[in-house]
């Protein structure tokens, strides 16, 4: 895969959290100030360190646009929590706990008790999948093709799970669609990120049923964002 970006986010400030289930996540401080309790990452290759030179390129964005403005609300909240998947199962099992694992800690991590609610919340937590193997085409392809056949039990809850890797069709910097020069779901290692929907996200609805039950939680309107044009992660 081509470099995307090159700016490298060291030391990675992360946070330790103990004595919950599921364990083996991590917050990621990406707003010092809010906490005085974390750690320090250096090295540059250490996946973690890979998704945050992601999340900080969304933030960014090409000539200082932003992809996503939202973004700046969850580094603002420290709201991205993180948990590595090194593969010992087959495929589909490990895809699946991550899944499970993500939706419980997205309701133990958030601050609003119901996900069934339209609250502006930052909590982003995200699986880390760091085994070689699923880094090749075949591999790549399984993840997105998972993430797509959960995404709709996820919609009707309020939640938007997305993937991102080094291979995924949206937003490679080549051709001419609409994500053609903003490259948002090319991470360097696979990732799946489970969110609250916003209303932003009507731009991402990718049929009728999708678009009825994004209106279901935020009316009929049409929420355009200056920063996507269409398509789905």
């Known amino acids: 895969m081509k470099k995307i970006y090159s700016e490298s986010q ?3 400030l992360i946070q330790s959290i103990d004595g919950v289930v599921p364990s083996g996540f991590k917050r990621l401080i990406t707003n010092p100030d809010q906490t005085s309790v974390f750690e320090c990452i250096r090295d540059k290759t250490h996946p973690f360190v890979l998704v945050r030179n992601y999340l ?5 964005g090409n000539e200082s646009n932003a992809f996503c403005p939202f973004v700046s609300l969850i580094e603002r909240k420290n709201g991205y929590y993180v948990k590595e998947y090194p593969q010992a199962e ?4 490990v895809f699946q706990r991550a899944i499970d694992e993500l939706l419980d800690a997205f309701v133990l991590f958030s601050p609003y008790a119901e ?3 339209t609250h502006t919340d930052p909590t982003t937590v995200i699986a880390v999948f760091t085994d070689p193997s699923l880094r090749t085409e075949e591999g790549l392809k399984r993840l997105q093709e998972f993430q797509l056949r959960a995404r709709a039990e996820f919609l009707t809850q309020g939640l938007m ?3 991102a890797h080094p291979l995924h069709p949206l937003g490679r910097g ?3 669609g609409p994500f053609s020069s903003k490259p948002i779901f090319a991470c360097m290692v696979p990732i799946l990120i489970l969110r609250r929907m916003h209303p932003g ?3 991402f609805m990718r049929n009728d049923e999708e678009k009825r039950i994004h209106a279901s939680f935020f009316g009929d309107t049409i929420h355009g964002c200056p920063h996507h044009s269409g398509g789905a992660a």
């Open 174 to 176: 080549t051709g001419t």
């Open 10 to 12: 060291v030391p990675l």
């Open 201 to 203: 996200d009507a731009v």
């Open 90 to 93: 087959e495929r589909e099992v």
């Open 161 to 163: 799970l997305a993937n």
């Open 115 to 117: 996900r069934f609610q």
């Open 56 to 60: 900080h390129y969304i933030l960014t």
